[in-house]
């Protein structure tokens, strides 16, 4: 079959690809518009509004796709799926991109466009950029928009400059004692590591998230350098200095792929992620992507993370460790930090859920404030492996449980649908192991973690220990969506009284329960804590344990109040729409 396109499909291919460009450009400057409504926001302490702006511009992406392919398909007609026109149009769209910022951005919305014409799987070179190939920092410098702020023997002074860069319609509180706190703050590390500072680097651009704003930079110390991130808060007396942090750990967890993406309106993005990947080694280039606002590019990044990984390595793919999910198979590559989700074609008659509902859950996660509690699963379809890579179990498991979505091509394996998550321990096999100090903290951080989505307005539902994870910061993280829900949609009660010794002994309720209704008081009865660990959760949270403290949140949310779970400090939850 010839696929070399008529001499007159070039034109066509030529403004094709121009439309394709466009369809890009107005995507990224709506994404743009949205991000830089931040600052307007955080003025006029519009939190509600910044949770809508967050929601608005994460749907950008598939609506400007969307439309790019619907024109693509009126103009191309009988032509749509006309593979040399469509190299053609690479072609040209590879020349007329050749210069411009963050060139690999707009291959993959390229990318999007094409596999929604020809359903792609795995990769097809001819008609698409290849992501393995799509390296965004190749050219980066790390140079980003920075404004450099020499030590001139006197940290107040430097700090004075650097918080007064900060532009904002809103006064300062009191600008002398954040000043204060940040030089405090900043002399204390140097003096732990017995450095002096040299300079600091702040990046331009603001880094704005929920109700703060984090001023994010470096301290040059000669061989010693530190991440730095100024967490500033607008309350109705004015702005002030909420946080000084200056660890990795710390910033790691700001930047962490649990928390909201940032909104940051950077020129040219590759150059801020090397910035930032200097600062923090140990975090996946595909999540610093992500949790700028680039969602698709850190889905780009990850697949080139994997697949190079495979390249390099020959360790199988298998189940992962912890009990069988009874919605999810699970599985993992023991060399690879992620784990790999897949929706069984069958559940239980215990889950009175249908696939559809498990994909709406996994969506609302993805556009709800995560809280700093909930993984971020990025969604992937049509993937191609090499069915060698994967363990006779697993192989096994996915045939007989997943055949809907997975199929066999030869001597590799199609998997229609997953999702990609950040591996952890589960908490369950976490707590087998742990020393008796650390599994305490576990415990009391797994009672954090319910009380912190529920100040977001999220139910977890299924608050088994195998549902949750511990990540490498010691943080417990839930991960399993199947009955996660809003808390406002509960109906919380008290365990009825029984009358007689027959009800009180029954094995089944002997009263009416609604699908939506909630009894906290039963729900250490299913967590299978030692008699210790039981103790400290007991000692920490015994609250959780009554339908009256889940009420009085519901209240809360029903009157509009936003309850922030700062990324920083102890465990601290501030009623946004005072502040």
């Given at each position: 079959m010839?696929?070399?396109?008529?001499?007159?499909?070039?034109?066509l291919a030529e403004t094709c690809a121009a439309d394709v460009i466009d369809a890009f450009d107005g995507y990224n400057?709506?994404?743009?518009?949205?991000?830089r409504r931040a600052l307007q926001r955080f003025d006029t302490r519009d939190w509600n509004g910044s949770q809508r702006d967050a929601v608005e511009r994460i749907e950008l992406y598939e609506r400007y796709v969307d439309?790019?392919?619907?024109?693509?398909?009126?103009?191309?007609?009988?032509?749509a799926t006309d593979r040399g026109l469509w190299q053609a149009l690479k072609a040209h769209f590879a020349h007329l991109i050749a210069t411009r910022a963050d060139g690999e951005f707009r291959k993959t919305f390229f990318n999007s466009a094409t596999r929604r014409f020809f359903g792609t799987v795995g990769v097809d070179a001819q008609i698409e950029f290849v992501a393995l190939d799509l390296d965004p920092l190749a050219g980066a410098s790390g140079e980003v928009m920075t404004t450099a702020y020499a030590n001139r023997g006197n940290l107040a002074l430097l700090f004075e400059d650097v918080l007064g860069d900060f532009r904002t319609r809103s006064p300062w509180r009191d600008f002398n004692a954040s000043v204060k706190h940040v030089a405090g703050e900043v002399q204390a590390l140097l003096d732990a590591e017995g450095v002096e500072l040299s300079q600091l680097e702040v990046i331009r651009p603001v880094f704005w998230q929920t109700t703060r704003a984090y001023l994010v930079g470096r301290l040059d110390c000669g061989?010693?350098?530190?991440?730095l991130a100024i967490a500033l808060r607008n309350s109705e007396k004015g702005v002030h200095v909420d946080a000084v942090l200056l660890r990795e750990a710390d910033v790691s967890i700001l930047f962490s792929f649990t928390r909201s993406y940032f909104h940051v309106d950077l020129e040219r993005v590759g150059e801020a992620v090397l910035f930032l990947k200097r600062l923090l080694p140990r975090k996946p280039v595909s999540e610093l992507f992500t949790v700028l606002g680039r969602a698709r590019q850190g889905k780009t990044e990850r697949f080139r993370e994997l697949f190079h990984h495979l390249e390099q390595t020959d360790d199988l793919f298998d189940l992962a460790p912890g009990e069988r999910g009874l919605v999810m198979v699970c599985f993992t590559l023991p060399s690879f930090d992620v784990v790999f989700k897949l929706i069984r074609d069958k559940f239980p008659v215990q889950k009175n859920i249908l696939r559809e509902d498990v994909l709406r859950k996994y969506d609302f996660?993805?556009?709800?404030?995560?809280?700093?509690r909930l993984v971020d699963a990025q969604e992937f379809k049509r993937l191609r492996f090499?069915?060698?890579?994967?363990s006779a179990a697993l192989l096994q498991e996915l045939l007989s449980e997943t055949a809907a979505t997975v199929h066999e091509d030869g001597t590799d394996l199609i998997i229609d649908h997953c999702y990609i998550e950040r591996r952890m321990v589960p908490l369950?096999?976490?707590?087998?192991?742990?020393?008796?100090?650390?599994?305490?903290?576990?415990?009391?951080?797994y009672g954090q973690c319910i009380r912190d989505l529920a100040y977001t307005n999220i139910f977890a539902g299924d608050l088994l220990l195998k549902n949750f994870g511990v990540t490498r910061h010691h943080r417990v993280i839930f991960y399993d969506y199947d009955e996660l829900c809003l808390l406002t949609e509960c109906?919380?009660?008290?365990?009825?009284?029984?009358?007689?010794?027959?009800?009180?002994m029954s094995a089944d309720a002997w009263f009416y329960v609604a699908d939506n209704d909630v009894f906290p008081e039963t729900f250490l009865k299913f967590l299978s804590f030692s008699a210790s660990t039981r103790e400290v959760f007991l000692q920490h949270h015994g609250e959780i344990l009554t339908a009256q403290w889940w009420r009085q949140l519901q209240v809360r949310h029903g009157g509009g109040e936003v309850l922030e779970v700062l990324p920083y400090g102890p465990h601290r939850v501030r009623v946004a729409s005072s502040l």
């Amino acid at each position: 079959m010839n696929t070399t396109p008529a001499p007159t499909d070039h034109l066509l291919a030529e403004t094709c690809a121009a439309d394709v460009i466009d369809a890009f450009d107005g995507y990224n400057s709506a994404f743009r518009a949205v991000t830089r409504r931040a600052l307007q926001r955080f003025d006029t302490r519009d939190w509600n509004g910044s949770q809508r702006d967050a929601v608005e511009r994460i749907e950008l992406y598939e609506r400007y796709v969307d439309r790019c392919v619907a024109e693509l398909r009126l103009k191309l007609g009988t032509t749509a799926t006309d593979r040399g026109l469509w190299q053609a149009l690479k072609a040209h769209f590879a020349h007329l991109i050749a210069t411009r910022a963050d060139g690999e951005f707009r291959k993959t919305f390229f990318n999007s466009a094409t596999r929604r014409f020809f359903g792609t799987v795995g990769v097809d070179a001819q008609i698409e950029f290849v992501a393995l190939d799509l390296d965004p920092l190749a050219g980066a410098s790390g140079e980003v928009m920075t404004t450099a702020y020499a030590n001139r023997g006197n940290l107040a002074l430097l700090f004075e400059d650097v918080l007064g860069d900060f532009r904002t319609r809103s006064p300062w509180r009191d600008f002398n004692a954040s000043v204060k706190h940040v030089a405090g703050e900043v002399q204390a590390l140097l003096d732990a590591e017995g450095v002096e500072l040299s300079q600091l680097e702040v990046i331009r651009p603001v880094f704005w998230q929920t109700t703060r704003a984090y001023l994010v930079g470096r301290l040059d110390c000669g061989t010693f350098v530190a991440p730095l991130a100024i967490a500033l808060r607008n309350s109705e007396k004015g702005v002030h200095v909420d946080a000084v942090l200056l660890r990795e750990a710390d910033v790691s967890i700001l930047f962490s792929f649990t928390r909201s993406y940032f909104h940051v309106d950077l020129e040219r993005v590759g150059e801020a992620v090397l910035f930032l990947k200097r600062l923090l080694p140990r975090k996946p280039v595909s999540e610093l992507f992500t949790v700028l606002g680039r969602a698709r590019q850190g889905k780009t990044e990850r697949f080139r993370e994997l697949f190079h990984h495979l390249e390099q390595t020959d360790d199988l793919f298998d189940l992962a460790p912890g009990e069988r999910g009874l919605v999810m198979v699970c599985f993992t590559l023991p060399s690879f930090d992620v784990v790999f989700k897949l929706i069984r074609d069958k559940f239980p008659v215990q889950k009175n859920i249908l696939r559809e509902d498990v994909l709406r859950k996994y969506d609302f996660v993805f556009k709800h404030d995560r809280a700093g509690r909930l993984v971020d699963a990025q969604e992937f379809k049509r993937l191609r492996f090499p069915r060698a890579r994967f363990s006779a179990a697993l192989l096994q498991e996915l045939l007989s449980e997943t055949a809907a979505t997975v199929h066999e091509d030869g001597t590799d394996l199609i998997i229609d649908h997953c999702y990609i998550e950040r591996r952890m321990v589960p908490l369950n096999l976490y707590l087998q192991t742990a020393a008796p100090e650390d599994a305490a903290a576990a415990v009391v951080d797994y009672g954090q973690c319910i009380r912190d989505l529920a100040y977001t307005n999220i139910f977890a539902g299924d608050l088994l220990l195998k549902n949750f994870g511990v990540t490498r910061h010691h943080r417990v993280i839930f991960y399993d969506y199947d009955e996660l829900c809003l808390l406002t949609e509960c109906r919380f009660r008290d365990l009825p009284t029984a009358s007689t010794h027959e009800d009180e002994m029954s094995a089944d309720a002997w009263f009416y329960v609604a699908d939506n209704d909630v009894f906290p008081e039963t729900f250490l009865k299913f967590l299978s804590f030692s008699a210790s660990t039981r103790e400290v959760f007991l000692q920490h949270h015994g609250e959780i344990l009554t339908a009256q403290w889940w009420r009085q949140l519901q209240v809360r949310h029903g009157g509009g109040e936003v309850l922030e779970v700062l990324p920083y400090g102890p465990h601290r939850v501030r009623v946004a729409s005072s502040l």
